[in-house]
């Protein structure tokens, strides 16, 4: 975040970046918050909470393989196998991610997969995202 406070460029830089990602998923207000960020007067500073927004999208943008030593593709498989036991709603989650055979995750369908997870007792507590 530092380095963004001291190089306008930078925001600049890293928001076009996330804005053009395909298949980003960003809502309507992230879509219009990286817009701004891209196109923004570089004489302007900006806010300590618009640099960690920006930083949180950018983590949010980053696909992840495995978490805890888990392969994501092993863990769409493992909950496709128990999926019944799963609302109607995360079953065909499940099935799409088996269907498309997902082997990595944005970090929000990774923090789905992953309440799947639990609720199907294949991992307990936390699980920390690398």
Known sequence: MKKLA???????SLATFLLALPDAGWTEWEADFLASMA??????????????KLVELKEDATSYSKFDGLSVASLVRDCWIARLDLSDVDEAFIDDLK???TVSLKKRPLMR????????????????VD
């Open 6 to 12: 001291q190089n306008p460029a930078a925001v600049t």
């Open 39 to 52: 196109h923004r007067d570089h004489a302007q500073a900006i806010s300590t909470r618009q640099r960690e």
């Open 99 to 101: 269907d498309k055979r």
């Open 113 to 128: 997969l992953l309440r799947c997870a639990r609720q199907l007792d294949l991992i307990n507590g936390f699980v920390a």
